[in-house]
């Protein structure tokens, strides 16, 4: 009984130390130190597993042969044929081993991986240190095999959650900074976010009829400060072409016009539905800057840039041209100031709450304020929803603009009730 315990403690112990993560060992070696035992056991993995699988076979070995001679001399005495005995030492041994010193240690060791190896670890310790030669010996041969196999080292791959586990543990112990951490977090969500999620929505465009005169067009460049406008005929759905700023240079003062549509590059249209990590290397392949982003009857839904994706890793870039106006201000008092076209997974995450699910037609706070109003809002009408009240700060054009959220005080979530 002793020796299955022996093997239950070598069995589970393997288990528990080889199925820590990259960010567990990290969280370890945060407590424990460089100078842990742990620490130092699992900088060198190759030389733990030779140790736990030499005491493992040791004790199993022990058990097996004990039980036989035990068998042996019991047969002897009852006069009972020693090779029965056997068969039968062999099945209730093996089972014995199976169950008590292998599958059930490994599996409760799989899950307390932790715990488990951070009590191991003295005692595995101290059977390396007594069982050393014999390690050395076994990592030799190991490493000879190795060669002559011409098996190289093993690359070692980790999954996304260790190393976001590992950014927010670098951020903790400060060797990251907010920025940093946004920008690699922001990575893992790139390939996941749809152009329509980032694009320039089609109420916003910048864009000129084909008929509009040059010097209008120079005006509007000048006024909005952008280098590529899109050129459509009779309506935003016909874009016929990307007019850039620096083509309009050598047509300045000239009496005779030339008309966009011969000035305007031709445009590069893509589905709203296109993710924005095929977008940027569509936009290296083509080099161009700027796509027309396209809904699923034809109809313009808006515009991308590649500043736009860029945006989706860095933050907001700021130009010379550019206001600064924050999509969100957050008063002392705890009362939210948004723009209404913010995307509901975002403001959810900015008041760390799940308060605003998107729904089937809408993604933005904007979207869900016409859902639950049914009509265009006024400027200063209020809605309740959920634990919050949402005022309508500033409408244009039949457009929600700024949008307050505070939360209720628990005497209006009684009378809402």
């Given at each position: 009984?002793?020796?299955?315990?022996?093997?239950?403690?070598?069995?589970?112990?393997?288990?528990?130390?080889?199925?820590?993560?990259?960010?567990?060992?990290?969280?370890?070696?945060?407590?424990?130190?460089?100078?842990?035992?742990?620490?130092?056991?699992?900088?060198?993995?190759?030389?733990?597993?030779?140790?736990?699988?030499?005491?493992?076979?040791?004790?199993?070995?022990?058990?097996?042969?004990?039980?036989?001679?035990?068998?042996?001399?019991?047969?002897?005495?009852?006069?009972?044929?020693?090779?029965?005995?056997?068969?039968?030492?062999?099945?209730?041994?093996?089972?014995?081993?199976?169950?008590?010193?292998?599958?059930?240690?490994?599996?409760?060791?799989?899950?307390?991986?932790?715990?488990?190896?951070?009590?191991?670890?003295?005692?595995?310790?101290?059977?390396?240190?007594?069982?050393?030669?014999?390690?050395?010996?076994?990592?030799?041969?190991?490493?000879?095999?190795?060669?002559?196999?011409?098996?190289?080292?093993?690359?070692?791959?980790?999954?996304?959650?260790?190393?976001?586990?590992?950014?927010?543990?670098?951020?903790?112990?400060?060797?990251?900074?907010?920025?940093?951490?946004?920008?690699?977090?922001?990575?893992?969500?790139?390939?996941?976010?749809?152009?329509?999620?980032?694009?320039?929505?089609?109420?916003?465009?910048?864009?000129?009829?084909?008929?509009?005169?040059?010097?209008?067009?120079?005006?509007?460049?000048?006024?909005?400060?952008?280098?590529?406008?899109?050129?459509?005929?009779?309506?935003?759905?016909?874009?016929?072409?990307?007019?850039?700023?620096?083509?309009?240079?050598?047509?300045?003062?000239?009496?005779?016009?030339?008309?966009?549509?011969?000035?305007?590059?031709?445009?590069?249209?893509?589905?709203?539905?296109?993710?924005?990590?095929?977008?940027?290397?569509?936009?290296?392949?083509?080099?161009?800057?700027?796509?027309?982003?396209?809904?699923?009857?034809?109809?313009?839904?808006?515009?991308?840039?590649?500043?736009?994706?860029?945006?989706?890793?860095?933050?907001?870039?700021q130009d010379e041209y550019d206001t600064e106006l924050p999509l969100?201000?957050?008063?002392?008092?705890?009362?939210?100031?948004?723009?209404?076209?913010?995307?509901?997974?975002?403001?959810?995450?900015?008041?760390?709450?799940?308060?605003?699910?998107?729904?089937?037609?809408?993604?933005?706070?904007?979207?869900?304020?016409?859902?639950?109003?049914?009509?265009?809002?006024?400027?200063?009408?209020?809605?309740?929803?959920?634990?919050?009240?949402?005022?309508?700060?500033?409408?244009?054009?039949?457009?929600?603009?700024?949008?307050?959220?505070?939360?209720?005080?628990?005497?209006?979530?009684?009378?809402?009730?």
């Amino acid at each position: 009984m002793i020796l299955l315990v022996i093997s239950a403690f070598f069995s589970g112990s393997e288990t528990a130390f080889f199925s820590l993560s990259r960010a567990d060992v990290e969280s370890i070696r945060k407590k424990s130190g460089e100078k842990g035992i742990l620490v130092r056991l699992l900088e060198r993995p190759k030389r733990l597993l030779i140790t736990i699988l030499t005491g493992n076979t040791i004790v199993n070995i022990a058990a097996a042969s004990l039980a036989a001679v035990l068998v042996r001399d019991i047969c002897i005495r009852v006069n009972f044929p020693q090779i029965v005995g056997l068969i039968l030492q062999i099945a209730v041994v093996s089972f014995l081993i199976l169950l008590l010193g292998e599958i059930t240690p490994k599996f409760i060791a799989l899950k307390n991986a932790i715990a488990v190896s951070q009590k191991a670890s003295m005692p595995i310790r101290g059977f390396q240190l007594l069982v050393n030669p014999l390690v050395s010996l076994f990592a030799w041969i190991t490493n000879l095999v190795s060669n002559v196999l011409g098996i190289g080292k093993k690359r070692l791959f980790i999954s996304e959650d260790e190393i976001k586990t590992l950014v927010e543990v670098g951020q903790e112990r400060g060797e990251l900074e907010d920025e940093e951490k946004e920008m690699i977090t922001s990575i893992f969500e790139f390939s996941g976010t749809a152009i329509r999620e980032v694009m320039v929505p089609r109420i916003d465009m910048v864009a000129v009829d084909e008929n509009t005169p040059i010097e209008e067009v120079i005006s509007l460049i000048q006024e909005k400060g952008h280098s590529r406008i899109p050129v459509y005929r009779e309506r935003i759905d016909n874009i016929i072409g990307i007019l850039y700023a620096k083509d309009l240079l050598p047509h300045m003062g000239r009496h005779q016009e030339e008309k966009l549509n011969k000035l305007a590059r031709e445009a590069h249209f893509v589905p709203e539905s296109k993710m924005i990590d095929e977008m940027l290397r569509e936009f290296q392949q083509e080099k161009v800057h700027m796509a027309i982003v396209v809904d699923e009857y034809g109809g313009t839904a808006g515009l991308v840039t590649l500043e736009d994706i860029l945006e989706e890793i860095v933050g907001e870039i700021q130009d010379e041209y550019d206001t600064e106006l924050p999509l969100w201000e957050k008063s002392e008092d705890g009362i939210l100031e948004v723009e209404a076209k913010i995307s509901l997974d975002e403001l959810n995450e900015i008041m760390e709450d799940d308060a605003f699910p998107t729904g089937e037609d809408y993604e933005t706070l904007g979207g869900l304020i016409f859902h639950s109003t049914g009509n265009v809002p006024e400027s200063g009408e209020t809605i309740e929803y959920g634990n919050y009240r949402l005022t309508v700060k500033e409408v244009t054009n039949r457009r929600v603009g700024r949008v307050q959220i505070a939360r209720l005080s628990p005497t209006d979530e009684e009378s809402q009730e």
